[in-house]
C-alpha cells in the first residue's frame, strides 16, 4: 500500500501508522459486513444454495475480525471509527452495486479480500517494528484465512 499522510504532522508526510492501519481494517469490514449481507440476500441462480449459505459464512467470520480488530486498537489505546459515516469516509472498500450477478459477487469478494490482506500485511509489518507481537499475531492469522477464502472462492468460479 501507499504510504498515506497523517494531517497532525504539521504538512510532513509520515508513513501509516498502526492506528491509522487499524481504523481502514475496521471501516473496510464494516463494509465488506453490509456488501456480503447484500449479496447473501441477493444471490439468484442455480448456485443460490451453495452461495446463499457461503456468504452468510463469511459475513458472521467478517463481523467477529471487525470486533477482534476495533478492540485490538481499543487495546493500544486507539479509537476504532464507529459510525457509517466514517468508515465510507475511511475504507478502501466499495459497497455492492445491488446489480451483481454471482460470478461478479465471489470475484468482488476475492478483490476485497486481497485488499483486505494487504492491509493486513501493513499493519503486521507496523506492529513488528514497534514490538506489538500481539497485534502482529492477530493480523498473521486473519491473512491466513482471508488467503484460503481466496483460494477457495477462486476454485469456485473455475
Known sequence: MMAKTDSKTSGKTKKSSLEQVLNEQ???LNVLYVKIHNYH???KG???FTLHVKFEELYNEVTEK?????????????????TMKEYLEIATIQEAT???DPRT??????EDFATL???????IELADKEGDEATS??????????????????????
Open 26 to 28: 475496521v471501516a473496510n
Open 41 to 43: 440476500w441477493y444471490v
Open 46 to 48: 442455480e448456485n443460490f
Open 66 to 82: 471487525m470486533d477482534a480488530v476495533a478492540e485490538r486498537l481499543l487495546t493500544i489505546k486507539g479509537s476504532p471509527a464507529a
Open 98 to 100: 445491488g446489480k451483481e
Open 105 to 110: 459477487m465471489v470475484q468482488n469478494l476475492i
Open 117 to 123: 490482506s494487504e492491509s493486513f500485511q501493513e499493519g
Open 137 to 158: 499475531d492477530l493480523l498473521t492469522g486473519f491473512k491466513g484465512e482471508l488467503e484460503k477464502h481466496m483460494w477457495m472462492l477462486r476454485s469456485y468460479l473455475g
